[in-house]
């Protein structure tokens, strides 16, 4: 065999490898497309915290995470037919994450505000809450948010309760991670006062303070809590059908029994 016939039919079979070569390729790049893009995940991550009670803290006995969202996020999804798993992180966290995407879920006594649904999906809403100012026992100084200037008001980083005081007072606040903190700085005398949501100041004081902290003053502003979702969230509207049906079949009303020891009020 001359030398120009073994050069032809060498590259006649080179070709041939490329061309394979190529096909393979473009056959790799449709099957390396994730499985899951743009469609359902068998779990969806719930984030929320394990510190604000009753909503949702570590039970000290079965050091299980418990509470009135943790119940209700459960049957919302059972009844959606979603699968659902926690991570609790701090509550500033959990906002930022779920404005950035990281969470597919976010439960935490979440307030809906104007600014947190530029970033936000929620659900309709699930808890009235408010404001209210506590202080310690004994102390006469503070009768409600007005006497506050100048004095030291804990609070919770990234709440409505530290918005609040900075929009409305001329207070010295200490915000921190954890509203328990909070608490003890008030009953340790570090701190004149706390700002935060009703239900949890009063299930503190009652549970955990010995009735060593009072609330003062009026409800302040009127708040609503809502199951938070990435802005987009297919999973929103199937969230917020099954909390309708809940609402409607009676299970919500017997979870806010459980932990609130009556039915919600008419509106």
Do not use: H
């Amino acid at each position: 065999m001359n030398r120009k016939l073994l050069m032809a039919l060498f590259s006649i079979m080179l070709m041939s490898v490329l061309a394979a070569c190529g096909g393979s390729d473009k056959a790799g790049d449709d099957s390396e497309t994730p499985a899951d893009a743009g469609g359902e995940k068998d779990v969806y991550t719930v984030a929320t915290d394990n510190g604000y009670v009753p909503f949702e803290y570590i039970d000290e006995d079965s050091g299980e995470l418990v509470g009135f969202d943790i119940d209700l996020i459960t049957a919302v999804a059972e009844e959606a037919g979603v699968e659902i798993e926690f991570e609790t992180l701090d509550f500033d966290g959990i906002v930022a994450g779920i404005g950035s995407g990281r969470f597919d879920i976010a439960i935490a006594g979440m307030t809906i505000t104007e600014e947190r649904q530029e970033s936000i999906d929620f659900t309709q809403p699930y808890y009235e809450a408010g404001l209210i100012l506590a202080v310690k026992e004994g102390n006469d100084d503070i009768k409600s948010i007005e006497d506050v200037e100048g004095k030291t008001v804990a609070t919770r980083t990234g709440s409505t309760s530290q918005e609040y005081l900075t929009a409305n007072t001329e207070a010295k606040i200490e915000a921190f991670p954890g509203i328990i903190e909070a608490y003890q700085n008030v009953l340790a005398g570090r701190a004149d006062a706390v700002l935060y949501d009703l239900p949890n100041v009063q299930f503190y004081s009652e549970t955990e303070a010995d009735n060593e902290l009072k609330t003062v003053g009026e409800k302040l502003t009127g708040e609503d809590y809502g199951i938070a979702f990435p802005k987009g969230s297919e999973l929103r509207d199937d969230f917020d059908e099954a909390l309708t049906t809940l609402k409607e079949n009676g299970t919500y009303d017997d979870i806010y029994k459980e932990w609130f020891g009556e039915a919600p009020k008419e509106k």
